[in-house]
Each structure stands twice: as structure tokens, then as C-alpha cells.
């Protein structure tokens, strides 16, 4: 027979904290199924002076007494325990596994996020609007863009979920406040794009190898993780491709980044030769080699995108005037760009790119190698103002073209 629906009641305990509000009901013990009496401390009689005030609290609590006695008092840190021992393991055996940069990720905001906000609450006492204030509050006081609060919200929504995948909270829509906590996800970020003669520009201020690595990124739209990922073996000069097997980020090889991912590139000639020459040039040209190898370590490993990008490619942008700077006092170029560039500024390029000269959309989907075409068209598109200025100009001399002796109404 189902448990009937019970509110329990209140009484008054010493405490070593004080005299306190303890809310008393009944629960079906798991070990053998009875039913027997349970407690819970609601607070003490100094903060809650009388009887209503510390039913008031039990409400706001959401203790929900009605549910399995094992799940009443799950707290949030406890939810998100679980959930990194299950699924943010080294080893665990997700149905979708998960990048060793995304687990850290992950774990970043939980540790520096979430559990210091929530981590001592009672999971099912939360509420969608004291979730959806607190992303406001960070917005407002540390800036975060609206990508970064949604990566917070999703987050801890993957930990409600666990959670009641795994039956530590009930299943019940009400017990995830995720699924109606409202959060932006666009961003007012707009890549920086680099036109064909910027490019060229940036190539001619860099050496070998670096110089190869970024026309491979800007001619074939790789992702810098991919590049560095590559060994001899996935650079078949014969058929002209290259295959992606593998991403090096953060110090680890790692997978790419979904199927469509793992497509092959083209390997055009222009791109075949320079690729063949450093080949000639490199004394890592084995197969299981790494294609850009840090010397420093004997190329055991690849070379780190971010000091790539710091010591090699924004100040060839900064000498090829494609990022803003000034001489300091010793009469060096100094970097005075605020804006964000590195290698993934290329693959913003190349779309572009593709997409101004008309080509087919599908077709730079492919080379993207992106899942959906619609993250092709809405993120990685650019107009630039010579486009913006001809699709303005379409309309305005349609209509100002349509006068009676087609010499066009004039401005006075």
C-alpha cells in the first residue's frame, strides 16, 4: 500500500546549539520495510520564535518527508560527489565519454563555482530563481560572459540529473530546479577575422615550422588541437588528405572532438608542399612522429598551442599591422591589442572566406567538419564591411532607381 501524504509535527529539543524546532514524521525503514518514526532539526528557537515561523521554514526547505527516508537529506555536495566519481573519472564507462579537457572543466566549475555556493545546501531545497539570481549576481560582479554562466547552469543541471538517474534524489520534475532556471547563451563576442592579403601578411613575419602550422590551420580550418595531434603516418601525401585521429591539448593526447571531427581534410598541393618540405627538413620524420614536435623535448611530445600563440603568431600579427601596437621606450613593437586572436581566428577566416566567395554552405560544413550546418552559417560567418556596405546599398538603389525618367531621386 502507498504511504499517505503525512505533514508531521513540530516539537521543541534541547540541543547543545539550543533550544530547537525538530520536525518529527514517518518513514518506511529500507532494512525491513516498517514503518518508523524519523527527525529532522529545522533550527533553533532563537531564530524561529514560535510554531509558525518553524513551519515556515520547514516549507522553505522542501524537506519533503513523504519521499524514502535515504534521499530526504542529499545535499548538493553529495549529488556532485557521485556524479565526479561516476562520470568525471579517468576510467568511467560513459556512454559518452568525456574529453580529459572537458572533465577538467567541468571540475573547475564545480570546484570553484558550485560547491561554494550550493555545496551545503539540501539538494531538493533549492529553488530555480535563487539559482537563476545567483548567475546574475556573477554576471554583474565578475563579468562573466553569458557563454560561460550557461556552461555553470548545465553543469550543475548534468549533477541533478545523475542524481536522479541513480535514484539519490526522486525522478520528478520538481526535484531537478535546473529544468526551469532561465540562462542567456549568446554571446556578444565576434571573432576577429583576417582577410586572404592579412594572412599573407601574418606568414611572412614567421619561420619554419611555425610558418607551415598556420597555413595548415588557416588552408584546411584544423583546429590547433588537431594540428599538433598530427604524426606522419595521419599525412597521406599520395591521396592528398590528411586524417584526424587524435587532438593534443593540455598536455595529453586526446580524441577529436566528435565523429564529424574525425572526417578526413584535403590535402591541396600548394599545402602538400609545404608540408613535404618541413618533412625534408624535420629530423622527426618517422611515421609515429609528430608532425610539429617541441625540440626542447627531444619531440617526445608536440609543441603547446598557447606558447605558440603567445611567442610565435600574434607578434607576427602585431609586425604585420593586423593587430594594434606601439614602441615602448627601448624601441621595441610592443602587443597593444586587447582583442582575443590565435589559431582558432584562421578557422573563423577560412569560413568566411568560403561562404563570401558563394560557396556552397554544405561544402564548408564539410571541410569544418562540423555536425550541423547551422553552426557553420550562424557561428563561424563573418560579414566584413565591404559586404555589409554592397547588401545596404542593394535595396536603397533599388528604390532610388524607379523614378518616372530613370535618373533616380536625388538627395537635396
Given at each position: 500500500m502507498a504511504q499517505k501524504h503525512q505533514t508531521g509535527w513540530l516539537k521543541k529539543e534541547k540541543r547543545s546549539q539550543g533550544e530547537t524546532w525538530v520536525l518529527f514524521f514517518r518513514t518506511v525503514r529500507t532494512s525491513d520495510g516498517k514503518r518508523v518514526e524519523n527527525k529532522i532539526p529545522i533550527g533553533t528557537v532563537r531564530d524561529f520564535p514560535d510554531k509558525s515561523c518553524a513551519w515556515a521554514e520547514v516549507e522553505r526547505q522542501h524537506l519533503h518527508i513523504n519521499q524514502v527516508n535515504s534521499r530526504r537529506s542529499v545535499i548538493f555536495a553529495d549529488l556532485a560527489q557521485h556524479y565526479a566519481e561516476n562520470e568525471l573519472g579517468e576510467y568511467t564507462e560513459s556512454i559518452h565519454p568525456k574529453a580529459h579537457t572537458t572533465i577538467r572543466a567541468y571540475e573547475r566549475v564545480l570546484r570553484n563555482r558550485l560547491l561554494p555556493?550550493?555545496?551545503?545546501r539540501i539538494a531538493l531545497g533549492i529553488e530555480p530563481l535563487e539559482v537563476e539570481q545567483w548567475l546574475n549576481d556573477l554576471k554583474r560582479e565578475k563579468k562573466l560572459a553569458n557563454p560561460t554562466l550557461d556552461k555553470t547552469r548545465r553543469v550543475m543541471s548534468l549533477v541533478y540529473r545523475h542524481g536522479q538517474r541513480y535514484g539519490l534524489i526522486p525522478r520528478s520534475q520538481e526535484s531537478n530546479p535546473m529544468r526551469f532556471v532561465r540562462c542567456k547563451t549568446t554571446s556578444?563576442?565576434?571573432?576577429?577575422?583576417?582577410?586572404?592579403?592579412?594572412?599573407?601578411?601574418?606568414?611572412?613575419?614567421?619561420?619554419e615550422p611555425e610558418r607551415t602550422l598556420t597555413l595548415l590551420a588557416a588552408g584546411t580550418g584544423l583546429r590547433i588541437s588537431?594540428?599538433?595531434g598530427l604524426q606522419w603516418?595521419?599525412?597521406?601525401?599520395?591521396?592528398?588528405?590528411?586524417?584526424?585521429r587524435r587532438t593534443w591539448t593540455c598536455g595529453r593526447v586526446g580524441l577529436p572532438k566528435s565523429k564529424a571531427s574525425k572526417g578526413p581534410v584535403p590535402l591541396h598541393p600548394l599545402l602538400s608542399e609545404f608540408m613535404f618540405r618541413w618533412k625534408e627538413q624535420t629530423p622527426y620524420s618517422e611515421r609515429g612522429n609528430?608532425?610539429?614536435?617541441s625540440f626542447r623535448l627531444?619531440?617526445?611530445?608536440?609543441?603547446?598551442?598557447n606558447m605558440l600563440v603567445e611567442d610565435y603568431l600574434r607578434p607576427a600579427a602585431v609586425k604585420a599591422g593586423v593587430l594594434a601596437s606601439r614602441w615602448d621606450d627601448k624601441g621595441r613593437l610592443i602587443d597593444d591589442d586587447p582583442r582575443r586572436f590565435g589559431f582558432h581566428n584562421l578557422r573563423h577566416s577560412l569560413a568566411s572566406f568560403l561562404i563570401r566567395i558563394k560557396t556552397d554552405p554544405k561544402t564548408v560544413q564539410t571541410l569544418l567538419r562540423h555536425s550541423d550546418v547551422k553552426l557553420t552559417l550562424q557561428f563561424y560567418t563573418h560579414a566584413i564591411s565591404d559586404d555589409r556596405m554592397a547588401a545596404a546599398g542593394a535595396m536603397l538603389v533599388a528604390i532610388l532607381s524607379h523614378s518616372a525618367d530613370k535618373s533616380g531621386l536625388k538627395a537635396d
Open positions: 555556493r550550493w555545496g551545503n556578444g563576442y565576434e571573432a576577429m577575422i583576417l582577410t586572404p592579403e592579412q594572412a599573407y601578411a601574418v606568414l611572412l613575419n614567421l619561420q588537431e594540428c599538433l603516418q595521419d599525412v597521406n601525401f599520395a591521396d592528398a588528405i590528411i586524417h584526424v609528430w608532425v610539429f614536435p627531444n619531440g617526445k611530445q608536440p609543441r603547446v598551442a
